[in-house]
C-alpha cells in the first residue's frame, strides 16, 4: 500500500507488519503483539492511522489480567449491579468525580481503589459505607438499593463455583481455550479422574490437565475442558485453578486437600472423594485422560514440571501470561 510517511513526510510504499511491543507497568514488563507499518525507504515504523486498538490499554488489560485486577468492564458491570451511577459511586467511596470515569474507560487503578473496589463484592461492604454515607445518594434510590442488598445477604454468599464461572470462566472458545467454551463439569471431572486411587501432589495434576488438553487439541483441534492454561512458575497450570480446587473441596466435598512434607519441602497433595462422571467425556477424551495417567504415573512431581518447562508454549510465554494452544503442534510427548 502507498500512504504518507510521518517519518519522510511523504507518500511511501508501506508494508503491514507484526511484532512484539514491550511496556514496562509498575516493574513489570508487558509484551503484547502489535501491528505496525513499516516504510519501505525508510524502514522505521509507526501504528497505523485508521487502528482502532490502543497498544497501552491491551497491556494495561494483560497486567490486570496477570495480578487478578478488575477489568474496565467489570467495574462498570459492578456499578451497574449496584444501579448507581459513576458520580453517585464516587461519591459513596469518596472519589474524586473523574476517577471511576478512567477506571471504566481503560486507565489502570491504583492498588488502593483495587482494593476498595473488591469489597463491593460484598453486600454487607456496600451496607456499611451507605451507612457511613447516606446522603451520597437520593434517599428513594437508596431505599432501594438498600433493599436489593439485603436481600443479596439472605440468599447468601457465592460459591466457589459460581464466583469461577461468573468472574473467569465467562469467555468465548477460542485458541486460549482451545476453541472450547470452559465446561466446569467436565474439568472437574478429569480433576476427580486424575485424583482418584491415589494422592497426587497438586503441581503433578496442574500438569496432566495440562498435557491432557493440548495432546487432545493437538490430534483433534479441540480441548477436553476448554480450561485456559497460564505460565507458572513451576510449569503451565489452569488459570486461576484455586478457585476450582476450593470449589471441588469447600462447595462440593469432593476433594480432599492436605499439605504434607517431601525431603523438608511441603506440597498440597490431593485425593478424591468422590468419582469422576465418566459419562460426560466421549471417547476420545476418555482415551487421552487414561493415556496421559498412564504415561505419567511413575513421574514425580518435580520430574513433570521439569519436562513441561521444555515445552515450547512454556519457553516462549512469561510469568502470567496465557499459554496459546497453537503451541500444541510442538508438544514433545
Known amino acids: 500500500m502507498r500512504a504518507f510517511c510521518p517519518?519522510?513526510?511523504?507518500?511511501?510504499?508501506?508494508?503491514?507488519?507484526?511484532?512484539?511491543?514491550t511496556y514496562e507497568i509498575r516493574g513489570d514488563e508487558i509484551s503484547i503483539p502489535v501491528e505496525e507499518l513499516r516504510c519501505s525507504e525508510c524502514e522505521k515504523t509507526f501504528d497505523p492511522p485508521d487502528s482502532s486498538v490502543d497498544p497501552l490499554e491491551v497491556a494495561y488489560r494483560e497486567y490486570r489480567r496477570r495480578h487478578q485486577m478488575l477489568q474496565p468492564q467489570e467495574i462498570?458491570?459492578?456499578?451497574?449491579?449496584?444501579?448507581?451511577?459513576?458520580?453517585?459511586?464516587?461519591?459513596?467511596?469518596?472519589?474524586?468525580?473523574?476517577?471511576?470515569?478512567?477506571?471504566?474507560?481503560?486507565?489502570?487503578?491504583?492498588?488502593?481503589?483495587?482494593?476498595?473496589?473488591?469489597?463491593?463484592?460484598?453486600?454487607?461492604?456496600?451496607l456499611k459505607l451507605i451507612g457511613s454515607n447516606p446522603e451520597s445518594v437520593a434517599s428513594d434510590k437508596l431505599s432501594r438499593i438498600v433493599s436489593a442488598?439485603?436481600?443479596?445477604?439472605e440468599e447468601g454468599e457465592l460459591s466457589f463455583r459460581q464466583i469461577y464461572e461468573e468472574r473467569f470462566g465467562r469467555y468465548s472458545a477460542d485458541i486460549y481455550s482451545g476453541y472450547r467454551r470452559l465446561d466446569l463439569n467436565?474439568?472437574?471431572?478429569?480433576?476427580l479422574f486424575f485424583c482418584s486411587n491415589s494422592e497426587i501432589v497438586k503441581t503433578k495434576l496442574n500438569k496432566l490437565l495440562f498435557f491432557s488438553d493440548f495432546k487432545h487439541f493437538k490430534e483433534y483441534s479441540v480441548s477436553i475442558t476448554g480450561a485456559?492454561?497460564?505460565?507458572?512458575?513451576?510449569?503451565?497450570?489452569?488459570?486461576?485453578?484455586?478457585f476450582?480446587?476450593?470449589?471441588?473441596?469447600?462447595?462440593?466435598a469432593a476433594l480432599s486437600?492436605?499439605?504434607?512434607?517431601?525431603n523438608d519441602v511441603s506440597g498440597e497433595v490431593l485425593r478424591a472423594l468422590k468419582p469422576p462422571d465418566l459419562s460426560l467425556f466421549r471417547a476420545s477424551e476418555l482415551e487421552m485422560l487414561s493415556g496421559?495417567?498412564?504415561?505419567?504415573?511413575?513421574?514425580?512431581?518435580?520430574?513433570?514440571?521439569?519436562?513441561?518447562?521444555?515445552?515450547?508454549?512454556?519457553?516462549?510465554?512469561?510469568?502470567?501470561?496465557?499459554?496459546?494452544?497453537?503451541?500444541?503442534?510442538?508438544?514433545?510427548?
Open 228 to 242: 485456559r492454561y497460564a505460565h507458572l512458575p513451576f510449569g503451565p497450570a489452569p488459570d486461576r485453578y484455586s
Open 7 to 21: 517519518h519522510c513526510e511523504v507518500d511511501r510504499e508501506l508494508e503491514l507488519v507484526s511484532t512484539q511491543r
Open 186 to 191: 467436565k474439568l472437574f471431572s478429569s480433576i
Open 76 to 126: 462498570k458491570a459492578l456499578r451497574n449491579n449496584l444501579g448507581l451511577t459513576q458520580q453517585e459511586l464516587a461519591n459513596l467511596l469518596g472519589w474524586g468525580g473523574a476517577t471511576l470515569s478512567r477506571y471504566e474507560n481503560g486507565a489502570l487503578q491504583d492498588e488502593a481503589h483495587e482494593t476498595t473496589l473488591r469489597l463491593l463484592h460484598d453486600p454487607k461492604n456496600v
Open 292 to 333: 496421559i495417567k498412564d504415561a505419567f504415573k511413575q513421574h514425580s512431581a518435580r520430574a513433570l514440571s521439569e519436562l513441561s518447562h521444555q515445552e515450547k508454549g512454556y519457553l516462549e510465554t512469561s510469568d502470567g501470561e496465557l499459554i496459546s494452544y497453537k503451541y500444541a503442534d510442538d508438544l514433545k510427548i
Open 244 to 252: 476450582y480446587l476450593a470449589a471441588l473441596y469447600e462447595d462440593e
Open 149 to 153: 442488598l439485603n436481600e443479596l445477604i
Open 257 to 262: 486437600i492436605e499439605e504434607k512434607y517431601f
